[in-house]
């Protein structure tokens, strides 16, 4: 997300999936996301969070519990991500 154009002096945040699994294993749906986060200003990296979020479910007929399992996992590592003190990190004060 970058609300400036490069450049600009604006900090911008940069997402870099490193895995991404949707899997069965024993008769469960398991699910891996992990991604790094990263607060730059004019291309110099200010802070940076590793996530890595895991879900299971028990895999029933069909794909539902799989599109429950990878909703679950994604909105467990959004939530993971801490917005303030990747700032405070970066030295980027938030009003």
Known sequence: ???GSPGSGEPELHIVLNEFLLDVANRRWVATVAYEASLR???TVLSTQS???QSERLKLIGW??????????FTDSVNRLDFVE???QGGIPIP
Do not use: H, Q, Y
């Open 1 to 3: 997300v970058s609300p």
């Open 41 to 43: 200003k004019r291309g």
């Open 51 to 53: 996530i890595r979020a």
């Open 64 to 73: 539902d519990e799989a599109n429950s399992t990878l909703s679950e996992v």
């Open 86 to 88: 990747l700032f405070r």
